[in-house]
């Protein structure tokens, strides 16, 4: 609401007018949704956009990134528990050449929700490779829709919750190869889990996330449909105030 509004004229649309009302109060009571603009971290290259809608613990996830490993798969999470922030390529504090998720763990923390194709969705599923998306042709566009913690809503809620890429080629072979291996699992080299796009997940501007988008694993929009309909109640009713305001006025006129 804009309080430039004068109570007078806001009172009367709200009691001429009840569907405005009841539109703005929806507004409110329904999902939330937070945007994160990705910046790329070890020199990768990848830039992208996050849209999350929080409708109680659902949350629907849309993620849109491009230049990642073609063909590989990206490790994908939320992060809560720490700054709210992202680490820069100078946050390489033992000089190997990566930011590590080690490194990077005090800016936008631990592993709150696995942003898989399929089935689990929790922490455990952190390293769960075989189901997080492949990037074809270097492009990312993900889409589902599952519930989160308790803890992750609370971390959207403060402004904690960080979305973050992962799996970079720094040497440009093609693949995840070379000699530094990864902090959180020996047996993989650092490119496979160095994250590659970081960005923090602000409240945005719209109410809901937008249909449409291609659907990896079990995607959904539902709700949005909801959204709009609200948006176009409150346009109606809004259009009646002004439309009664005009014939008030012209019948004051031709009084006068």
Known sequence: MRKALALPTVALAAAAFPLLAVSTASAHEGPHSYQADLAALNASGVAGTGMVTLDGNTATVMIEATGLL????????????????????????????????????????????????????????????????????????????????????????????????????????????????????????????????????????????????AETGAGSTAGTENQAAIGVGALAAAGAVAAGTVAYRRRQADQA
């Open 70 to 213: 073609a063909g590989s798969p990206h490790a994908q999470h939320f992060h809560i528990g720490a700054q709210g922030a992202c680490p820069t390529d100078a946050d390489d504090e033992n000089g190997d050449g990566f930011v590590s998720v080690t490194e990077g763990a005090p800016y936008y923390g631990a592993i709150g929700s696995s942003l898989t194709t399929t089935g689990d969705t929790g922490p455990d599923s952190g390293l769960a490779i075989d189901r997080f998306p492949t990037a074809e042709g270097g492009s990312i566009s993900y889409e589902r829709t599952f519930e989160v913690s308790d803890e992750v809503h609370q971390a959207f809620e403060v402004g904690t919750a960080v979305l973050v890429l992962h799996g970079v080629d720094k040497d440009g072979s093609g693949a995840y190869d070379g000699d530094v291996m990864s902090d959180l699992d020996p047996s993989l080299p650092m490119e496979a889990t160095a994250p590659a796009a970081c960005g923090v997940l602000e409240t945005a501007q719209m109410g809901a996330a937008p249909a449409g988008g």
